[in-house]
């Protein structure tokens, strides 16, 4: 199938979702549901294991694993999520942008060593012939920023990303892809990319990215409705996740055990991943680097890149209006 015509069916059914999610969402507030990643370790993931989420918000605490941001999105739209913890930036700009009622409240990870697309090894491709892709089949999860990175990294080599045979699969899916040699190309991040690099090599190295702009950040996402009349439970939230990383930071051999189990990993292969991992404070995030400029800028050229290419019709005239950071200044 056809690139434009998957990018088409993915956002339009995105669009759909959003139109029929309810004006206002009844809550109940003996339980919340949060979307989260396995395979993804997170020093919060102590807290979900000792019960603390549960303990200081005062409901029960559901932890649902997704397979990419655009799934989080969808369920959030549903009513089924009301906290995101680590959705990638892109599905949440191309949610926002086709009407999905989100805010984006925290910056949750920087990860540019733990998304990438890896070229198998019996392909012969590399930088210098990326256009040789053109034809072939490339196994990644669409609309997300697993995605942005890909389409952003082939267009700065040069290769036509509507040739390419793109195939839309979560991580598990591609890296299995690779392995067996269904595709030339996969594109993932977390446990899965790790075991995609056992049958070939990046395309671009995180810096080489970097080094052309393309920056890699998860964010926590809620509902608008869960803002408005819960805040003092996104404020909890985001207090404990705080406190989790800033624990972590005091010893991470100690915990590293338990997070590993909570992320469904080998100690080995979590702390690999973490290491590569960056959690910004909250006073970091407050800053121009991050809440205080640089993740608006970078919320408008995701959502321009994405017009540009065609897989949205128009950009917002404002994002700030999906942003909010008064939550993250109530956190100590």
Known sequence: MKLNKIKSRMIGALTVACLLAP?????????????????????????????RFEKEMGVKVN????GNGNEMT?????????IAYSQGLTPFVVGVTKGAPLKLVSAAVSY??????????????TQANAKELEGKKVASPIGN???????????????DTNKINLLQMNPPDGAAALARGDVAMACGFGGALQRMK?????????????????????????TNDFAQDYPDLVVSFLQITEDANNLFRTNPSEHMPVIA??????????????NLFEFPTRDEQLSDAWMGKTVNAFVNEVADFYVQEGSLPKALDDY????DDSFIRQVK
């Open 198 to 222: 056992k049958f070939g090599s990046p395309l671009m190295t995180a810096k080489e990215q970097e080094a052309i702009g393309i920056r890699v950040f998860d964010i926590v996402s809620v």
């Open 145 to 159: 920023v697993t995605h942005y990175k890909m389409l952003k990294t082939l267009q700065h080599l040069g290769v």
């Open 23 to 51: 004006a206002n969402a009844a809550l109940a507030l003996d339980e919340i549901t949060v979307a989260y990643f396995l395979e993804w370790p997170s020093p919060n993931l102590l807290h979900k294991a000792d019960g």
């Open 261 to 274: 189990k909570e992320s469904g990993q080998n100690l080995d292969d979590a702390l690999s991943m973490i």
């Open 320 to 323: 700030s209006v999906t942003m």
């Open 63 to 66: 932890w649902r694993a997704f």
């Open 112 to 125: 540019a060593e733990n998304d990438n697309c890896i070229v198998h090894k019996d392909s012969g491709i």
């Open 74 to 82: 969808a369920a959030m739209v549903s009513g089924d999520v009301q």
